[in-house]
């Protein structure tokens, strides 16, 4: 099993995303609804990095620094796969994968500092 094929894809009906349904263990640590980074080790989810836990700054443009780099710190531990997903009614929805290496860090930060935007 991968984590890619665990995604399910929209149809007709209900989902009108991508998404990972969580399986009974995972849904221990879902951490509630908002744009989080999901750590996958052999297709399980094991851990999530959730900006909003963050503590709170004087300064936006600080606070959004610290959040895209905590992120990042995130994601280059090498023995894992990250997924950027958000989390709705213990479902990962529009997941992408995260690599350091490619435009989808780019993605990462932009959302990090939506979060934490949102926060302030």
Same mark, same amino acid.
């Given at each position: 099993?991968?984590?890619?094929? !665990?995604?399910?894809?929209?149809?007709?009906?209900?989902?009108?995303?991508?998404?990972?349904?969580?399986?009974? %263990? %995972?849904?221990?640590?879902?951490?509630?609804?908002?744009?989080?980074?999901?750590?996958?080790?052999?297709? !399980?989810?094991?851990?999530?990095?959730?900006?909003?836990?963050?503590?709170?700054?004087?300064?936006?443009?600080?606070?959004?620094?610290?959040?895209?780099?905590?992120?990042?710190?995130?994601?280059?531990?090498?023995?894992? %796969?990250?997924?950027?997903?958000?989390?709705?009614?213990? %479902?990962?929805?529009?997941?992408?994968?995260?690599?350091?290496?490619?435009?989808?860090?780019?993605?990462?930060?932009?959302?990090?500092?939506?979060?934490?935007?949102?926060?302030?």
């Amino acid at each position: 099993m991968t984590v890619e094929s !665990r995604i399910l894809f929209p149809e007709s009906g209900a989902r009108r995303c991508e998404t990972i349904p969580l399986f009974p %263990e %995972e849904k221990a640590i879902y951490p509630g609804a908002g744009w989080k980074i999901a750590r996958f080790q052999n297709a !399980r989810l094991i851990a999530f990095f959730d900006a909003q836990a963050l503590p709170m700054l004087d300064d936006l443009d600080a606070a959004i620094d610290e959040a895209c780099a905590k992120a990042l710190e995130f994601v280059s531990a090498p023995a894992y %796969e990250h997924w950027l997903v958000m989390c709705s009614g213990y %479902e990962l929805c529009e997941p992408r994968k995260i690599n350091t290496d490619d435009a989808s860090a780019a993605v990462l930060a932009r959302r990090m500092g939506e979060v934490i935007r949102a926060l302030y």
